[in-house]
């Protein structure tokens, strides 16, 4: 038993977890290393695991007057759901155990600080004597994982340094790669881009031919005049911001990344760009374009607009 500390136990469960809980409440405040028992009641699981998450979370580990260190116990249907929502706050470690052996595990490894239980999978005996186990065991000990033998040299080294490395997480503190998995800049990648040589500062790449698809990308301050295709176009912004004036129903679009536009055939449209933009297209046919009007009165046109626009 750890009889060098007194916990102070946040308690809460949704409603097929309350029996559990009460029964788990009651045998912790006879528990000789509890010093007080918090209980939240009962509401909506994500909303009992955050009330004991919380309060775990906001408390000192250890209280220079009272010497008490913070534990929540979660209490739903199967142990998951608040043992999930719980570990949504910075500092908790939440597990869900169905067995003592599964408490020594996690508080020897993972330093689990709020006990998640299934009230319908666990009997009140065996919850009793998980918790026993949870408040039993430090951070480090033996347990089953280790063969019940003190753990080797190297993974002690690990152990030492994790509290830390897992509090800073949350702070960005230790950085975790993410890959770029987004099918079309994966489809990018590599690519040959050729000049559009109709609207300086455009380049393109067609990946699919009638109907014709492509990666194009233009440069800041890039203009495309007035003009319109035979096919539709769908098109999505990978990155950048971009405005289009469809000139024909006489109405604009402000673009950014992630939008999405649709310009039916024969829509006579013009396109400024205020950032290096990248984005994915595709004609409901084969890629042409008729130019409506020359490129010096597109960026007459666009330059009064956005003067008008701005009072100047």
């Not at 309060?55 to 759901?81: F, I, K, M, P, Y």
């Not at 994790?162 to 079309?184: D, H, K, L, Q, Y």
């Not at 004609?283 to 607009?305: S, V, Y």
Request: aromatic fraction near 8%; charged fraction near 20%; include cysteine.
């Amino acid at each position: 038993m750890a009889a060098d500390r007194r916990f102070k136990i946040f308690a809460a469960a949704d409603g097929f977890g309350q029996p559990l809980k009460d029964a788990v409440v009651a045998h912790l405040r006879t528990h000789p290393a509890v010093a007080e028992v918090l209980d939240l009641g009962v509401d909506k699981y994500y909303a009992a695991a955050a009330s004991v998450a919380s309060n775990v979370a906001e408390t000192s580990d250890s209280d220079a007057e009272h010497a008490l260190e913070a534990r929540g116990v979660v209490v739903c249907g199967t142990g998951a759901g608040v043992a999930i929502f719980a570990n949504k706050y910075p500092g908790v470690y939440a597990t869900h155990c169905a067995s003592a052996a599964d408490a020594v595990n996690t508080r020897s490894i993972n330093a689990c600080n709020v006990l998640a239980l299934s009230g319908i999978a666990t009997p009140p005996d065996v919850a009793a004597a998980i918790a026993d186990a949870w408040l039993a065991t430090p951070f480090r000990a033996p347990c089953p994982a280790s063969g019940d033998a003190p753990w080797p040299e190297d993974i002690q080294s690990f152990l030492d340094s994790a509290p830390a490395e897992m509090a800073a997480i949350p702070e960005g503190s230790v950085p975790v790669p993410v890959p770029e998995s987004c099918a079309i800049c994966c489809l990018r990648k590599g690519m040959e881009f050729e000049p559009v040589g109709i609207m300086p500062g455009g380049e393109m790449r067609i990946v699919r031919e009638s109907p014709t698809s492509a990666y194009v990308r233009f440069k800041a301050g890039s203009v495309e005049p007035a003009h319109h295709h035979t096919f539709g176009h769908d098109l999505v912004v990978i990155k950048g911001k971009k405005k289009v004036w469809n000139l024909t129903k006489k109405d604009s679009y402000d673009l950014v990344d992630g939008d999405f536009l649709f310009t039916p055939a024969g829509d006579v449209h013009r396109v400024k760009y205020f950032e290096d933009t990248e984005f994915f297209i595709r004609w409901d046919g084969h890629w042409d374009i008729f130019l409506d009007e020359d490129l010096d009165t597109a960026h007459n046109a666009i330059d009064a607009e956005l003067g008008a626009a701005t009072g100047k």
